[in-house]
């Protein structure tokens, strides 16, 4: 995150280093509420789940003594030392997770399967990372080497969809084991409260998502550091009453002989023990809310200690306590104190429920960005933190799967098998991309890549294999979800490309269109006509379907792609690429509106206006730099596409703007805005409907052309002619596209685009509504692809 603004070139380095170390203390508080509830309530759960199953014959000291000393160097070597250190140094931009991670090797590499990339986009301040492009291109022959072959691409891919799906099911478990954990003290005092009563807090939880974290994140913040309080006090009181001989057990010797003891049996208990570091992902995921150093400060001097005083603390209780396995945490609470810790331990294991589920919202957008999950409701619930968004229909899916998971399970342990495999494997996917970020992104020597990935999959693929043995005891349940959301997210991805290709390889011809002349062979009518296509290049296919079957089109036509890049966010002055099509007579534009994967596409009523100007300014631009402009001697080319920033719109005088207030009707799903961009005949029609539907005031945008002399006639012209057709108003043109296989396709194929992609389709909010389009000023045409 960037530096907060205001502070002067006179601010001493003193002063600005006593600024930048507050904000960060301020936002490392505020992380205690996001990002380390999860971490944090691990001590509830993590020694009655590795004391189950076979290792109930090894209740003794030296296990407990063995259990302790694995908890401590886990926790040592995979938060500390792989997170803290290593891994949230590779953030992208300020961002984390694992696509973060997959975003800086696309960028250092070409592993990225977005179909309509373009050379301009390895322009944007945002992609450039670390070593420069030329000392990239020489990196090693392995970069070459997946670059060459497109199947490793896609399996890259699918590396990284897979992990994604593991925290998916992540945020389905972490809500069910939390609350039942949470719960189980007061359960076991024989109370009336049963698993109906979780079911209760996890309704109440995801009901409560629509609000966002931003509006409750201070009050979060003191419940979880009250428990951090209250389990290092108690951990510490423990190791003084029962057994101070325990912090012996901090030498790695005790492992040897807890593995040498218990053989078979303990390693399998290693899927309890891996819960001692679940939550540590969410450090890197939400690093994009806070700052490296606020997540740093956070974990080392008050995290870290916390849990290694509170895991030494019930190990002291369990080593003199040998019959207390099943409820350990409790149990090892002194009596007058039951009631309170019981009380912070159910409120932080909401906060720390909020924190996955806040994620998940994150990755499903992450995956829509790069065109592999089907388009959903994205609500921003802060104007300030990008990152906090809701998705009301994956958050009624979450609600719907935790809520079968509880009441299904009713057993912290079965789930606490589940959750485990799920956060371990997310783990080691991140420790491969990581091998390769060290290669690729920062240079380094290969063998160092290769003692990074051999020394963290060591460690976490032993965890790995414990927890893969508890697949039939709940351990299934993060696979199938995977699954399931790997088969949505793969069919989407499969469908969306062959459906460009289709696009790509059926362009219409700039020669059919060049023949056509500058009326297209129809009527050109007064008006604006915005035709979105994903094609960054040539003219769509839909588009000779338009031609054939109007009678008359618009003066100026304008052909929108609305791209996604492999950043995390694109500059307002970097988001259009403004080009010609076909010659000047033609009336034909370009506009490519570039966002990052985690940009917010606001409905501010102004991209019109923002177009309008970009295109005047690139006519300009055009007269004074002729080499952006398509050849008059041969124009079957697109011209070149240039880069408008809304800073040279606001300095330029190419257009003047006016503004006054008026009022727009708001129907019940969208604002539409009421500009002059909609004719006469759509404002008179909307004024029927003004007495019985709400309405709000906005402001009204006129362009004029300020009295240049000097100005090209030609130039002067078609300046004109663009006002004019702004005030005679804006539509947006669409094809209503139906996606079926070919008839000679396979059954597989048939079978993934014809139900599952059609399905999806279907089912998914509409390509007009994502893009905030009015539906008063759209035109659908439908269209079947024969894929």
């Not at 691409?153 to 593991?166: P, Y």
């Not at 939550?279 to 974990?299: C, K, N, P, V, Y």
């Not at 294991?349 to 992450?366: D, L």
């Not at 199938?480 to 069919?491: D, G, R, W």
Request: net charge positive; proline share 4%; charged share 15%.
């Amino acid at each position: 995150m960037e530096p907060e603004s205001g502070i002067g070139s006179s601010t001493s380095p003193c002063q600005f280093s006593l600024v930048t170390l507050s904000r960060n203390l301020l936002l490392a508080y505020q992380s205690f509420g996001v990002v380390y509830g999860d971490l944090s309530t691990s001590p509830l759960y993590v020694y009655s789940s590795a004391f189950s199953g076979k290792l109930r014959n090894h209740h003794n000291q030296e296990a407990v003594y063995g259990a302790f000393s694995l908890i401590f160097w886990t926790l040592t070597f995979v938060p500390l030392i792989k997170y803290v250190i290593i891994v949230m140094s590779a953030d992208d931009s300020g961002e984390g997770g694992t696509f973060a991670l997959y975003s800086l090797l696309c960028r250092h590499a070409k592993l990225s399967l977005l179909p309509n990339q373009q050379a301009a986009d390895e322009e944007l301040s945002s992609y450039r990372y670390g070593p420069s492009s030329a000392q990239a291109a020489s990196s090693s022959a392995l970069r070459r080497f997946l670059e060459k072959h497109k199947r490793l691409r896609t399996a890259l891919l699918l590396v990284v969809l897979f992990g994604a799906c593991m925290l998916i099911g992540d945020g389905v478990l972490t809500s069910a084991i939390s609350v039942l954990s949470s719960v189980s003290g007061i359960q076991s005092t024989e109370s009336k409260l049963t698993n109906g009563n979780s079911a209760l807090i996890l309704v109440g939880l995801f009901a409560l998502q629509h609000c966002g974290t931003h509006r409750v994140a201070f009050m979060f913040a003191p419940i979880v550091i009250i428990w951090l309080l209250f389990i290092f006090s108690i951990g510490l009181y423990n190791i003084i009453y029962w057994n101070p001989k325990i912090v012996y057990a901090l030498s790695p010797h005790y492992i040897v002989k807890f593995f040498r003891e218990t053989g078979k049996d303990g390693w399998l208990s290693l899927g309890g023990i891996l819960l001692s570091i679940t939550g540590t992902e969410a450090m890197f995921a939400d690093l994009g809310h806070f700052t490296a150093l606020s997540i740093r400060l956070a974990f080392v001097f008050v995290i870290y200690p916390c849990l290694v005083v509170q895991y030494m603390g019930q190990a002291a209780f369990l080593s003199m306590n040998l019959d207390s396995f099943s409820n350990s945490f409790y149990a090892s609470i002194p009596e007058p104190f039951f009631w309170p810790v019981f009380v912070v331990a159910t409120l932080a294991a909401i906060v720390g429920s909020q924190a996955v589920i806040t994620a998940t919202f994150s990755i499903v957008k992450q995956c829509h960005a790069l065109g592999c999950f089907p388009r959903v409701k994205v609500v921003h619930t802060s104007k300030h933190i990008y990152g906090q968004i809701y998705i009301p229909e994956i958050n009624w899916i979450l609600m719907v799967l935790t809520l079968a998971v509880t009441i299904g399970f009713q057993d912290t342990t079965l789930i606490g098998n589940a959750y485990g495999l799920a956060c371990m494997t997310v783990m080691f996917i991140t420790t491969f991309l990581m091998g390769l970020v060290i290669v690729f992104v920062w240079q380094r020597n290969f063998f160092l890549a290769t003692f990074f990935l051999l020394f963290f999959w060591l460690i976490e693929g032993t965890y790995l294999s414990a927890a893969l043995m508890k697949v039939p005891q709940g351990g299934w349940l993060p696979l199938a979800l995977s699954v399931i959301f790997m088969l949505i997210m793969y069919i989407w991805h499969y469908g969306t490309r062959r459906k460009y290709n289709y696009d790509l390889h059926n362009k219409v011809s700039l020669k059919w269109v060049l023949g056509l002349g500058p009326s297209l062979g129809i009527v050109r009518v007064p008006g604006i006509g915005l035709i979105y296509s994903e094609l960054t290049t040539g003219v769509p296919s839909i588009f000779s379907h338009f031609v054939t079957n109007l009678p008359a089109f618009h003066k100026v036509l304008v052909f929108v792609c609305v791209k996604s890049v492999p950043v995390p966010y694109v500059s307002p002055d970097e988001r259009f690429l403004i080009g010609r099509v076909c010659p000047r007579p033609y009336r034909m534009y370009r506009c490519i509106v570039r966002y990052g994967y985690k940009d917010i596409q606001r409905d501010d009523g102004d991209f019109e206006n923002l177009l309008v100007q970009s295109v005047a300014e690139f006519i300009q631009m055009e007269a004074v730099e002729p080499h952006y402009s398509s050849s008059e001697t041969s124009p079957s080319v697109d011209g070149r596409m240039a880069v408008i920033s809304t800073r040279d719109i606001r300095s330029s005088m190419t257009l003047t703007v006016t503004e006054q207030d008026f009022v727009s009707v708001v129907d019940d799903d969208s604002i539409h805005s009421g500009s002059s961009s909609k004719s006469i005949t759509l404002q008179s029609l909307r004024s029927m409907y003004e007495d019985d539907t709400p309405s709000i005031r906005r402001r009204q945008v006129r362009f004029q052309l300020p009295p240049n002399p000097r100005m090209d006639p030609v130039v002067r012209e078609e300046l004109m002619d663009l006002i004019r057709a702004k005030e005679a108003g804006v539509a947006y043109i669409m094809g209503h596209s139906y996606v079926k296989a070919r008839r000679n396709s396979s059954f597989i194929k048939k079978l993934a685009i014809d139900i599952g992609y059609s399905f999806l389709r279907k089912n998914c909010r509409g390509p007009s509504v994502a893009l905030n389009i009015p539906h008063i000023s759209l035109i659908e045409v439908g269209m079947i692809y024969y894929v």
